[in-house]
């Protein structure tokens, strides 16, 4: 069974950072993109940040310039950095991957849990 896992989230004053990691637990083949959404309160799921095999990224226009997605191939973990955060950015961050899976040889899409952050003006 393949499982993702999320930490990092906490509570940060407006124009303060923080870093998420996520995790493979599992055996896997290979990851294909991995990356970050968010849902706050009452709002969809949206997303924050992918980044492709090739390293080719993608982020949410409300978070360029601010957050930076990145990975440890090695470690089957990706990271986001997010610096000059907003109480906009309040959500619950949910790490994703669309991985093929050593056991049955499936590509599918894969969720964490989400952590919880929250910032404060």
């Known amino acids: 069974q393949v499982l993702l896992g999320e930490s990092g989230g906490d509570l940060v004053q407006f124009g303060g950072s923080l870093r998420l990691s996520c995790n493979v637990f599992?055996?896997?083949?290979?990851?294909?993109?991995m990356g970050w959404y968010r849902q706050a309160p009452g709002s969809q799921r949206e997303l924050v940040a992918l980044?492709?095999?090739?390293?080719?990224?993608n982020y949410a226009d409300s978070v360029k310039g601010r957050f930076t997605i990145s990975r440890d191939n090695a470690e089957h973990s990706w990271y986001l950095q997010m610096n000059s955060l907003k109480p906009e950015d309040t959500a619950v961050y949910l790490c994703y991957a669309n991985l093929r899976d050593a056991t049955y040889l499936r590509s599918r899409d894969y969720w964490g849990q989400g952590t919880r952050v929250t910032v404060s003006s």
């Open positions: 980044i492709a095999s090739d390293g080719t990224t």
């Open positions: 599992g055996s896997i083949v290979s990851i294909s993109s």
